[in-house]
T-cell receptor, first 114, second 114 residues
Framework: GAVVSQHPSRVICKSGTSVKIECRSL??????MFWYRQFPKQSLMLMAT?????????EQGVEKDKFLINHASLTLSTLTVTSAHPEDSSFYIC??????????FGQGTRLTVV | GENVEQHPSTLSVQEGDSAVIKCTYS??????FPWYKQELGKRPQLIID?????GEKKDQRIAVTLNKTAKHFSLHITETQPEDSAVYFC?????????????FGAGTRLAVHP
């Protein structure tokens, strides 16, 4: 199947700092990628849709200035958590859809803000 | 927007028994319904999917049924094995124009006991 790679897999940062997470499609081009957030034992909550060459589309309740998304190429989308706080600690996971049907997910990034 | 409900939240079965997970969706225009399996600490993996023009699809021990009129779809796992233990998520795809984004159900934690 298609490969989506996400880095880093784990990151610990201090409160107030920013963290960048990368999502790459390795064997296909992705004009659109999706960013999800998953709390322990909960579902995948869509945060935003990343669009290559244009602004991301954010879901209701997601702060655009807090979660900066950049999709500068057909194979790379980045999510930057700015001025992170402990409540931002979560599992962040990206996905892309090769061929227009099933989504393939990155490995996920476990963010811990201390 | 689309809303997906999933039941049960937990399911415990004996090895060899069948397991059924049910989901309902709200948007009658949704046209694609995948199922994902997520093991602890890992990324969700697509296990089976169904399009809105099909009523049933089967892949070895896994099958999915779709009732468009009632707006519900179900995952059926037969002859369950301990390695089937995981969290299963259903999802529905927003109609074209929604960037193919997937909305997920809350998840079902399946435990298969030897």
């Amino acid at each position: 199947g298609a490969v989506v790679s996400q880095h880093p897999s784990r990151v610990i940062c201090k409160s107030g700092t920013s963290v960048k997470i990368e999502c790459r499609s390795l064997d296909f081009q992705a004009t659109t990628m999706f960013w999800y957030r998953q709390f322990p034992k909960q579902s995948l909550m869509l945060m935003a849709t990343s669009n290559e060459g244009s602004k991301a589309t954010y879901e209701q309740g997601v702060e655009k200035d807090k979660f900066l998304i950049n999709h500068a190429s057909l194979t790379l989308s980045t999510l930057t958590v700015t001025s992170a706080h402990p409540e931002d600690s979560s599992f962040y996971i990206c996905s892309a859809i090769p061929g227009g049907l099933g989504a393939f997910f990155g490995q996920g990034t476990r963010l811990t803000v201390v | 927007g689309e809303n997906v409900e999933q039941h049960p939240s937990t399911l415990s079965v004996q090895e060899g028994d069948s397991a059924v997970i049910k989901c309902t969706y709200s948007d009658s225009a949704s046209n694609y319904f995948p199922w994902y399996k997520q093991e602890l600490g890992k990324r969700p993996q697509l296990i089976i999917d169904i399009r809105s023009n099909v009523g049933e699809k089967k892949d070895q021990r896994i099958a999915v049924t779709l009732n468009k009129t009632a707006k519900h779809f179900s995952l059926h796992i037969t002859e369950t094995q301990p390695e089937d233990s995981a969290v299963y998520f259903c999802a529905a795809r927003s109609p074209p124009g929604g960037y193919n984004k997937l909305i997920f159900g809350a998840g079902t934690r399946l435990a298969v006991h030897p």
